[in-house]
């Protein structure tokens, strides 16, 4: 009989710890009602990423990067006709003939400029403001450079509303990089350009990296690596072929 009851006791304390339990879980569905297309968007990201394993020598990512590709809403940063395609694991329309790179690419890039938490980071082809979304979740400053000022516009007002303030965005050529702010630990580039500019190797730091599609609309272009040595040494890496948005302004 008190076995009976203590069982009977135990399925009620069980039944009404499970019901706060329940209320949370659908809380968090209704708060992030995308969470579950992102989570596909990683599983996309993953299987890229060993499909290239051997190009750009990694089998996995760094856990907070794919922590990163998880959490920022990437249907806030496309048009509204697109956002139903926000998590399809390819490039989208951004307007102005412009493009919001496949998330593999941005986590891939991310990942090239191992990005640690007391970095200051240049972006050059701020877009959508998405990669700069995604950097001011793993570093401490994001710079970014966008030379339509339409959409340097829109998307420091985007980045501010989603609450990304590390984040400090200014319409200009990216060529010249940012003197005031130099140098960085890492810079990435958003745009194929036709050559490593050099403004932005001065800009980087001894021990730094950037990435950065180098090619033309005419050509092939490769995702490159750049690394500064400690003693101020460059090398270059081609890892793999990638199609980007041409480079604009007065250097192309
Ligand atoms: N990182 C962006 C992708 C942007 S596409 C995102 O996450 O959405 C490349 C961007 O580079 C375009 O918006 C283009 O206008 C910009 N761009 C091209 N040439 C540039 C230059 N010289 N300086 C700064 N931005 C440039």
Same mark, same amino acid.
């Given at each position: 009989m008190q076995m009976k009851q203590l069982t009977l006791f135990?399925?009620?304390?069980? $039944?009404?710890? $499970?019901?706060?339990?329940?209320?949370?879980?659908?809380?968090?569905?209704?708060?992030?009602?995308?969470?579950?297309?992102?989570?596909?968007?990683i599983a996309e990201i993953?299987?890229?990423?060993?499909?290239?394993?051997?190009?750009?020598?990694?089998?996995? !990512?760094?856990?907070?990067?794919?922590?990163?590709?998880?959490?920022?809403?990437?249907?806030?940063?496309?048009?509204?006709?697109?956002?139903?395609?926000?998590?399809?694991?390819?490039?989208?329309?951004?307007?102005?003939?412009?493009?919001?790179s496949q998330p593999y690419i941005v986590a891939l890039m991310t990942e090239l400029l191992e990005p640690e938490p007391a970095d200051r980071v240049l972006e050059i082809g701020t877009g959508s403001g998405y990669q700069a979304a995604i950097?001011?979740?793993?570093?401490?400053?994001? !710079? $970014?450079?966008?030379?339509?000022?339409?959409?340097?516009?829109?998307?420091?007002?985007?980045?501010?509303?989603?609450?990304?303030?590390?984040?400090?965005?200014?319409?200009?050529?990216?060529y010249d990089g940012w003197p005031e702010e130099a140098p960085f630990d890492s810079i990435i580039v958003t745009a194929a350009i036709s050559h490593i500019p050099p403004p932005l190797v001065r800009q980087l730091k001894p021990g730094g990296r950037m990435v950065i599609p180098v090619g033309t609309r005419f050509q092939t272009q490769y995702l490159t690596l750049v690394e500064k040595s400690p003693e101020g040494e460059v090398t270059t890496r081609q890892l793999i072929p990638v199609i980007f948005v041409p480079f604009t302004g007065g250097h192309q």
């Amino acid at each position: 009989m008190q076995m009976k009851q203590l069982t009977l006791f135990l399925v009620l304390i069980i $039944s009404i710890l $499970s019901v706060p339990a329940g209320i949370a879980s659908d809380d968090l569905r209704a708060s992030d009602p995308r969470a579950e297309e992102r989570a596909g968007m990683i599983a996309e990201i993953e299987k890229d990423v060993r499909d290239t394993a051997e190009l750009i020598n990694r089998r996995s !990512f760094d856990r907070r990067v794919m922590d990163a590709m998880g959490s920022v809403p990437r249907h806030e940063f496309v048009p509204k006709n697109q956002r139903r395609n926000a998590y399809d694991n390819r490039p989208l329309p951004i307007g102005r003939g412009q493009t919001i790179s496949q998330p593999y690419i941005v986590a891939l890039m991310t990942e090239l400029l191992e990005p640690e938490p007391a970095d200051r980071v240049l972006e050059i082809g701020t877009g959508s403001g998405y990669q700069a979304a995604i950097l001011s979740k793993l570093v401490s400053e994001v !710079f $970014s450079i966008e030379i339509i000022t339409e959409l340097a516009d829109d998307s420091r007002q985007r980045l501010q509303h989603l609450g990304y303030d590390n984040v400090r965005v200014r319409a200009a050529d990216g060529y010249d990089g940012w003197p005031e702010e130099a140098p960085f630990d890492s810079i990435i580039v958003t745009a194929a350009i036709s050559h490593i500019p050099p403004p932005l190797v001065r800009q980087l730091k001894p021990g730094g990296r950037m990435v950065i599609p180098v090619g033309t609309r005419f050509q092939t272009q490769y995702l490159t690596l750049v690394e500064k040595s400690p003693e101020g040494e460059v090398t270059t890496r081609q890892l793999i072929p990638v199609i980007f948005v041409p480079f604009t302004g007065g250097h192309q």
